[in-house]
């Protein structure tokens, strides 16, 4: 299975700053690439597919990029609405896998 | 809109089974494939089964293989997980999640608990 790892485990960022969350596939998954955010006591949410496509409803500020083995996500004006953990997934083939996550923190 | 409701978790023992149930609605449910994930207490997402619209093919961790079974009833807009054998670390909560053509909409989960 393609292993998913992410980077930082943990991002503390000013409100207003940006943030850049990274995510490495263990082998290529082209751009069959996914972010989902998650909050305390929420379920996830779809942010982003085939790494920069937004899904219904997400804001601007979010984008993603990437093909191959390499993403990121980046936000570019935190929100305090935005402090939360973020998840990549590939859909790139069975099973999917998600990384371990990156929480974004207040600073 | 898109609503999918879960339920079915609960506490059982090592080796026991449970069956959770999603009620779909809001969406055409027969010609969605449909998937579970799961989040054991304090830690990340897995992904665990996957059900297309039509029932041809259906896919699974590893982990779960060969004990999970994914099924849907179209007629009752419902989406099934039949967990049998089941491990303390199967303890999750339980998402049921609409395809399209990633984990599009999720429902709230349910908790399984498998402990003595």
């Known amino acids: 299975e393609i292993v998913m790892t992410q980077s930082p485990a943990t991002l503390s960022v000013s409100p207003g700053e940006r943030a850049t969350l990274s995510c490495r596939a263990s082998?290529?998954?082209?751009?069959?690439l996914a972010w989902y955010q998650q909050k305390p006591g929420q379920a996830p949410r779809l942010l982003i597919y085939k790494a920069s496509t937004r899904a219904t409803g997400i804001p601007a500020r979010f984008s993603g990029s990437g093909s191959g083995t390499e993403f990121t996500l980046t936000i570019s004006s935190l929100q305090f609405e935005d402090f939360a953990v973020y998840y990549c997934q590939h859909n790139n083939n069975w099973p999917w896998t998600f990384g371990q996550g990156t929480k974004v923190e207040i600073k | 809109q898109v609503q999918l409701v879960e339920s079915g978790g609960g506490v059982v023992q090592p080796g026991g089974s449970l069956r959770l149930s999603c009620a779909a609605s809001?969406?055409?449910?027969?010609?969605?494939?449909m998937h579970w994930a799961r989040q054991a207490p304090g830690k990340g997402l897995e992904w665990v089964a996957f059900l297309q619209y039509d029932e041809r093919n259906k896919f699974y961790a590893d982990s779960v293989r060969g004990r999970f079974t994914i099924s849907r009833d179209t007629s009752k807009n419902t989406l099934f997980l039949q967990m049998n054998s089941l491990r303390p670390e199967d303890t999750a909560v339980y998402y049921c999640?609409?395809?399209?053509?990633?984990?599009?909409?999720w429902g709230q989960g349910t908790l399984v608990t498998v402990s003595s």
């Open positions: 999640v609409k395809d399209n053509p990633v984990l599009e909409v």
């Open positions: 082998q290529t998954v082209r751009t069959n």
């Open positions: 809001g969406f055409t449910f027969s010609s969605s494939g």
